[in-house]
Nanobody, 120 residues
Framework: QVQLVESGGGLVQPGGSLRLSCAASGRIFRIYAVAWYRRAPGKQRELVATITSGGTTNYSDSVKGRFTISRDNAKNTMYLQMNSLKPEDTAVYYC??????????????WGQGTQVTVSS
């Protein structure tokens, strides 16, 4: 089994920054693509950013230029640096990772989510 644990959420003023972390633990052979999603109150889940095992990144238009996704493969940890935060960024943020526990067992896992609130 694999667990993903997010941290780093909190309350921040508009224009501020937060750095979310997602630590993977358990039986890990390799971590492939990783993504950050968010769900704002009353809205559907939104894909925010992705990063492949090779480091290729992609962002939603709503966060492009403000958020940066990264990963530290040695630590099995993924990050989302969020700058110039806006009230509309308020949401629960989830990390999602495609993880192989062996050469024959590959699944997608979700973290429990971390709340980000942008408000003055």
């Amino acid at each position: 089994q694999v667990q993903l644990v997010e941290s780093g959420g909190g309350l921040v003023q508009p224009g501020g920054s937060l750095r979310l972390s997602c630590a993977a633990s358990g039986r890990i052979f390799r971590i492939y693509a990783v993504a950050w999603y968010r769900r704002a109150p009353g809205k559907q889940r939104e894909l925010v950013a992705t990063i492949t095992s090779g480091g290729t990144t992609n962002y939603s238009d709503s966060v492009k230029g403000r958020f940066t996704i990264s990963r530290d493969n040695a630590k099995n940890t993924m990050y989302l640096q969020m700058n110039s935060l806006k009230p509309e960024d308020t949401a629960v943020y989830y990390c999602n990772a495609e993880v192989a526990s062996s050469a024959y067992d590959q699944r997608r896992y979700w973290g429990q989510g971390t709340q980000v609130t942008v408000s003055s």
